[in-house]
Structure formats: C-alpha cells, structure tokens
C-alpha cells in the first residue's frame, strides 16, 4: 500500500518513524511519502517538508503567520492527491491535521490518526468533527478510550510509543565532574527564547551541580549562543536521551519531555510560559487540572508545574532544592506508578496492526 504521512513536530517525528518500521514488517509492498523529520526519512519516507518549517507555537504565532499556514495546507492537499495514497497517517499536530482530515475525507481518502489530539484538555466539542473525519483513530494515554467512549466514538488504544522508543537506548558513555541537572527548554525557537533564560539565571544557587542544556537539532548553535552569552553552561545536541541517562535532576519545557524525562526517572519541574495574549486566550479555553503529561496520566501533581508568572528564578531555586532533597523520593513512586499505569512496550507494533488488519 501507499502511506502518505504527516508529523508536524519532533516527537511525531519519532513515533512515526517506528510506526513506519512496523508496518514494512506487515506490508511488504509499503511505500511513504509525507512531512516530518529526520527520523521519517531515514526510516524510508519521500519526505515533502520538514517539520522544522512548521513550528508556529501560540495564538499570536499563528496568527502572524497565517499566510505560511494556509499556503502549506493548499500545497499539502495538492501532494497528497498527485501521490493518491491507500491510507492518510496523521500524527499529533492537531491545527494542521485536523484541517486534512476534513479534506481527505471529502475526498474519500483512508484516515487514520495516530496519538489523539488532547480535545479532552479544550474544546471538547471537536470530538464530533474528528469522529465524521477519522476512520481509525490510534490513541495513546489510558484515559482517552474512555473519553472517546463518552462521545460514542470507538477507538483504539495502543499505549504510549514512548516505552518503544527508549527500550533499545543504548547505554550512554557520557560522563561529568559534577552531577548533572539537565535543561530542556523546548525545541521550538520561540519557546527556547523565553523559558532558557529564566532556567539559566538559577545556575549560580546551584554550584555543586553541572547545568546542561539538552539543544534542539532543529535549531541553530548561534540561538543558544546569543541567549547564553558568557554564562558558564554545559550543551549537548540531537542527544537528550543519553543526557537523561546521567541527569539526577531536571528542568523541563512542559510537552512530551516531561514524560520522557519520567521515563527515565530524572526528578524534575515542569515549566511554561507563553506570550501574555496567548495564555490569555488558553487560560479561557484549556479545561485541564494539570499541563504535565506526568500529573495528567497519574491525576495528581507528582511533578511541581511553574506555569507564567509563577516561572521566575527565585520560583525554580525554591523546587528546584526540594526536588534535590525532600520531594526526590516521592516523585521517584509517583515515577513507578506512572509507568505501570502506562503498561508495555509494544505501541508501534499494535498501531501498525491496527492499520493493516483493516486496510491491508
């Protein structure tokens, strides 16, 4: 079969890859084309565009860039029907895929939607376009079946891809004088701009400690180099996970991370902050108790969140010193729970299933 796909940012970038390895395993005569990354193309897709044109974060980013937007959305549908696919892979990214789903269904094209978009944190109400638009709809978090199920929307749930892409880590061979707090500020450019700062001015409070900076291979050294100036801070690039490997503590850019970093069991604070319109607008419609996939999975604040005002340095040094000392054993049982809660491995191989068993 042909398979057009279409991953938006880094994590999809990933999950995708390890879908598309699965499903040549199933379908001998697979063929991909789609948008996504590094790891999408090196797992044998035509890749159209690079997700690292595509990162708009925030009301207010969108907005400026509008244009851009809608120009890729023409040019996708454009591609997609030249290339006329068997089956339409959608990968998270909802703003974009959402608007293709539509599309594609109108054209009578397969839909199938990998990693659900999170309608059960705002407007719910879109749960009842996505069900008219998707035919199989992959989800990964325990919850969302049920939520799914609330909506009269069957859907499949595969567990996280996360515990497929970190059981063949290899063990890394870094190593540091001192231990390590890693800083993950996010892969978008404009996120790395506002929260690294306010991460890096907590250094000084911690000299017992090595900083380092996990950086974004979408990004360029010269943003870091301009935002760290003459601090003394440690970098590692395209290489997070063997960071979290050797890290006893973190600071992590709320998103996908602060699951990765549970994952490997680094003690962390979550944090977050977005331009004032934008967390104007969210803060009306985002329904959720928690922004944290780890607080959201287990229902609970296992993980401190400093969210906008509240993520300043004298914030970040109080939890920061409580996540070193008092708090680490605890976050360490919420970690364990988390992760029994989330189940096995094996989520690319049963999302791969799930496609071919019905459209092979």
């Known amino acids: 079969m042909k398979y057009y796909i279409i991953a938006g ?3 999809g970038d990933l999950h995708g890859s390890n879908l598309i390895k ?14 996504g990354g590094d790891a999408i193309q090196a797992a044998g897709t035509t890749l159209v565009k690079h997700y690292k044109e595509l990162a708009f974060m925030g009301f207010t980013e969108v907005l400026m860039n509008i244009r851009t937007i809608l120009n890729n959305i023409f040019f996708c549908k454009q591609d997609i029907t030249d290339y006329k696919p068997d089956v339409l892979i959608l990968i998270d990214y909802p703003g974009f895929n959402l608007r293709i789903a539509q599309w594609a269904k109108r054209q009578g094209i397969k839909v199938v939607y990998y990693i659900s978009p999170q309608v059960w944190a705002w407007k719910e109400n879109r749960v009842k376009k996505i069900r008219d638009c998707v035919d199989l709809m992959l989800v990964i978090l325990p919850f969302e079946k049920a939520f799914y199920k609330k ?9 996280h891809p996360l515990l497929d892409a970190l059981k063949d880590i290899p063990v890394t061979n870094l190593q540091y004088k001192k231990p390590v707090i890693a800083l993950l500020p996010g892969s978008r ?12 001015e907590v250094i000084p409070n911690f000299p017992e400690y090595e900083f380092v900076i996990a950086q ?12 760290i100036g003459k601090i003394k801070v440690s ?5 997070t996970y063997s ?14 991370a602060t699951l990765e970093t549970a994952l490997f069991k680094v003690p962390q604070v979550v944090c977050y902050k977005a331009g004032t319109l934008s967390y104007a607008i969210a803060k009306q419609l985002v329904k959720i108790k928690y922004i944290s996939l780890v607080n959201l999975i287990l229902n609970k604040p296992a993980v401190t969140e400093l969210i906008q005002n509240d993520l300043n340095a004298n914030q970040i040094k109080k939890e920061l010193t409580l996540v070193l000392n008092t708090k680490r054993a605890a976050i360490l049982t919420d970690y364990s729970q988390l992760i029994e809660t989330l189940g096995n491995s094996g989520a690319s191989e049963k999302a791969a299933s799930a496609i071919t068993e019905k459209y092979l």
């Open 9 to 11: 940012e880094a994590s």
């Open 22 to 35: 699965q499903l040549k395993l199933k379908d001998a005569q697979a063929e991909f084309r789609g948008w």
């Open 151 to 159: 909506w009269n929307f069957d859907v499949t749930y595969v567990g």
């Open 189 to 200: 450019k404009q996120e790395i701009k506002a929260l690294l700062p306010i991460m890096l």
């Open 216 to 227: 974004a291979p979408s990004q360029p050294d010269s943003l870091y180099d301009e935002i």
């Open 235 to 239: 970098r590692l690039k395209n290489n």
């Open 243 to 256: 960071l979290l490997q050797v890290s006893y503590a973190a600071l992590v850019t709320s998103g996908t």
